[in-house]
């Protein structure tokens, strides 16, 4: 390991982001609290002054990835559509087999300029997380509970109020519902033979209720839905500790953009058209593990460097005064100063080592016996 490399390993390193991206974080929720007098007065104001506000936190993640890690992705898609990304609001549906594959869709975005408006179909509980969660508040993320007789009205009707939305965005799904593992696939297989649905070799079975009102309710508003499948080079298996440490990892991504004309506007025929691509993505990746590759001409969208000057801006406005407190406290001598700094160490080191639990495969939702009769009555 090069001298780079290990400096980027230390926990130090770790703890200067995770400090910098917590206390701007609730900083920067404080202010996204004080805009709500603007939502009566000027929403579409409320809305481009969040819209910026999030980017503030988002691009931080989004740095680790593309200038602390190095990251790299390759997009390959056609010339002609290519030329629309990032001047057209679109669906983005993206296989979600990774922990860091929400990051690779955070900087598909950043790259054309839309992370700071870009939206999710998140779960409900995460509107109550901090930092990321308020965040998203603010920004009219599009929040479901997983149980579709809940989420019918809940998910159209915030879906609704994007129509007027005065940004640019990317609303990102994952329609699988959770990240892929080898006993969910079992359980999803299961499904799919029993509803006659052709079986998936690298992907779960899709929801398909929530894709069609999303498709239903953005319609005329959303040019194209970009169907998205990611993978990553030598068998690599990416994580946000990964990330963390600084390991460089080797994104392909393939990039198919449908206009939103070509999907059937009946629910049952969207939903069999989702069924189908999802058939396709299977072969896409099949054909990915056979040679190394996907279709169409291979492209690197240029590294933006707002991510990093973000990051530089609030580590100069957060880090001075840090580490002032922090000599202070050592030099004082107290026995209990530096007993309460080591305290202070430990509970920092569990609440780092916590962030990237939450990422993890293992870690994600729950995929059984409930999830599968959802999945029968989709």
């Excluded at 005065?166 to 297989?189: A, D, N, V, W």
Aim: positive net charge.
């Amino acid at each position: 390991m090069d001298l780079a490399g290990l400096l980027k390993s230390q926990f130090l390193c770790h703890l200067v982001f995770c400090y910098v991206f917590i206390a701007s974080g609730l900083m920067i929720n404080a202010v996204q609290l004080l805009t709500l007098v603007l939502w009566p007065i000027n929403k579409q104001l409320f809305r481009r002054i969040n819209c910026r506000l999030s980017y503030c936190i988002s691009s931080q993640l989004v740095m680790l990835l593309e200038w602390w890690s190095g990251t790299e992705c390759t997009i390959f898609t056609d010339p002609q559509a290519y030329t629309k990304y990032g001047k057209e609001n679109a669906i983005v549906v993206l296989n979600h087999k990774f922990e860091i594959d929400f990051l690779c869709g955070w900087s598909l975005a950043e790259r054309f300029g839309l992370l700071g408006g870009s939206k999710v179909l998140a779960k409900k509980e995460l509107a109550y997380v901090p930092i990321i969660g308020w965040m998203w508040y603010f920004t009219e993320m599009v929040f479901c509970t997983r149980k579709w007789e809940q989420d019918r009205k809940t998910v159209a009707t915030s879906l609704q109020h994007l129509r007027d939305y005065p940004e640019k965005y990317l609303f990102l799904i994952h329609c699988e519902g959770t990240r892929f593992t080898e006993k969910k696939h079992q359980i999803s297989m299961q499904v799919a033979q029993a509803k006659g649905l052709p079986g998936l070799k690298h992907h779960l079975l899709p929801r398909t209720k929530g894709f069609a009102v999303t498709v239903r309710s953005l319609r005329n508003v959303v040019s194209a839905v970009y169907d998205c499948t990611l993978n990553f080079r030598n068998n690599e298996n990416p994580t946000l500790l990964g990330v963390l440490n600084g390991k460089k990892y080797h994104a392909d991504m393939y990039v198919r953009r449908i206009p939103l004309e070509d999907i059937p506007e009946d629910d049952d025929r969207c939903s069999a058209w989702l069924h189908k691509l999802y058939q396709e993505k299977d072969a896409f990746q099949e054909e990915y593990y056979r040679t190394g590759t996907f279709p169409e001409t291979p492209m690197v969208p240029p590294r933006r460097p707002w991510t990093l000057l973000n990051w530089l801006f609030w580590a100069s406005l957060l880090l001075y005064p840090f580490f002032q407190f922090l000599v202070s406290m050592v030099s004082s001598g107290s026995s209990l100063t530096l007993a309460s700094f080591v305290l202070v160490f430990f509970v920092a080191s569990v609440g780092v080592r916590w962030m990237i639990g939450v990422t993890e495969i293992d870690k994600g939702s729950a995929y059984g016996n409930f999830d599968s009769k959802q999945k029968q009555n989709d």
